[in-house]
């Protein structure tokens, strides 16, 4: 798992900015937490390109996939409003 774990951290670094850090923060932070069911919907919700991600975490517009918005709600969002972002 230390492998997956390694390679999803990599998918975490971005060109935009404010996606970057949201991302290595939770991946620093809370990455070794999850889940293998989490892990995977997490490796998918890295999929999206920075735009996507940004519209959605910070601009609410839908992604159009529960299981993601439900991911990013639960555990980015929160995070980001707990300000560790």
């Known amino acids: 798992m230390n492998t997956e774990i390694n390679r999803i951290s990599w998918k975490c670094r971005r060109g ?3 996606i970057d850090l ?6 620093n932070s809370a990455l070794h937490e999850i889940d293998q069911e989490n892990l995977n919907v997490f490796d998918r ?3 999206y390109d920075d735009q996507k ?7 609410n ?3 159009h996939n529960k299981v993601h ?6 555990y980015l ?5 707990q300000g560790n972002f």
């Open 16 to 18: 935009m900015r404010e």
């Open 22 to 27: 949201l991302l290595r923060e939770f991946s």
């Open 45 to 47: 919700v890295l999929d």
């Open 53 to 59: 991600l940004f519209d959605y975490i910070f601009k």
């Open 61 to 63: 517009e839908s992604l």
């Open 69 to 74: 918005e439900d991911f990013i709600d639960k």
């Open 77 to 81: 969002k929160k995070f980001k409003s």
